[in-house]
C-alpha cells in the first residue's frame, strides 16, 4: 500500500525545481525595467512559488495573513 505523503510537501524532486526556478528567474528578469524592479519582481515570484508548494490556497498566495 502506497505510504500518504504528509501534505504541503512537495514531490518535486531537485533538479526539477532548479530548471522552474531558472525558468522563473529568467521571465522575470527579462520582463523588469530596472535592477531594483527585477529583484523585487524576483523576490515575490518565488515566494509565491514556493507558498503554492506548501499547499497555501490560491488567492491568499500574494498576502501575509
Same mark, same amino acid.
Given at each position: 500500500?502506497?505510504?500518504?505523503?504528509?501534505?504541503?510537501?512537495?514531490?518535486?524532486?531537485? /533538479?526539477? !525545481? @532548479? &530548471? *522552474? #526556478? =531558472? /525558468?522563473? !528567474? @529568467? &521571465? *522575470? #528578469? =527579462? /520582463?523588469?525595467?530596472?535592477?531594483?524592479? =527585477?529583484?523585487?519582481?524576483?523576490?515575490?515570484?518565488?515566494?509565491?512559488?514556493?507558498?503554492?508548494?506548501?499547499?497555501?490556497?490560491?488567492?491568499?498566495?500574494?498576502?501575509?495573513?
Amino acid at each position: 500500500m502506497a505510504k500518504k505523503r504528509k501534505s504541503g510537501t512537495s514531490t518535486l524532486p531537485n /533538479r526539477s !525545481v @532548479k &530548471r *522552474t #526556478v =531558472a /525558468r522563473t !528567474v @529568467k &521571465r *522575470t #528578469v =527579462a /520582463r523588469a525595467s530596472t535592477e531594483q524592479d =527585477a529583484n523585487w519582481k524576483l523576490l515575490s515570484a518565488l515566494i509565491i512559488k514556493q507558498r503554492k508548494a506548501a499547499g497555501v490556497p490560491k488567492l491568499l498566495r500574494k498576502y501575509k495573513y
